[in-house]
Nanobody, 125 residues
Framework: QVQLVESGGGLVQAGGSLRLSCAAS????????MGWFRQAPGKEREFVAT????????YYADSVKGQFTISRDNAKNTMYLQMNSLKPEDTAVYSC??????????????????WGQGTQVTVSS
């Protein structure tokens, strides 16, 4: 059974940085596309970033482009999200997900079959 576990969230001041990790267990995900999504209080879940199986293709939401960087280390079965210049509006629960039907990128949440439990990111002003 595949499990995704996020870590690295926390409380940070505006302008600070955090690095989220998404570790997979139970199955190698090196052949599949993966992504990060976030959900702020009272809002719907939104796409943040996605990465192809090799890491060669990435795609970002306009709201985080140039600010966040998605990457993966297939040898460690782990995906990352480096978040810089954080703003209060980045406050949300961040979840990682794996698309077991595709090796490419996707911004559509329902295409992802495996989800982590999420990690809270809070940015204070």
């Amino acid at each position: 059974q595949v499990q995704l576990v996020e870590s690295g969230g926390g409380l940070v001041q505006a302008g600070g940085s955090l690095r989220l990790s998404c570790a997979a267990s139970g199955r190698t995900l090196s052949r599949y596309g993966m992504g990060w999504f976030r959900q702020a209080p009272g809002k719907e879940r939104e796409f943040v970033a996605t990465i192809s199986w090799s890491g060669g293709t990435t795609y970002y939401a306009d709201s985080v482009k140039g600010q966040f960087t998605i990457s993966r280390d297939n040898a460690k079965n782990t995906m990352y999200l480096q978040m810089n210049s954080l703003k209060p509006e980045d406050t949300a629960v961040y979840s990682c997900a794996a698309d077991l039907h595709s090796s490419g990128v996707s911004i559509i949440s329902y295409e992802y079959l495996i989800w982590g439990q999420g990690t809270q990111v809070t940015v204070s002003s």
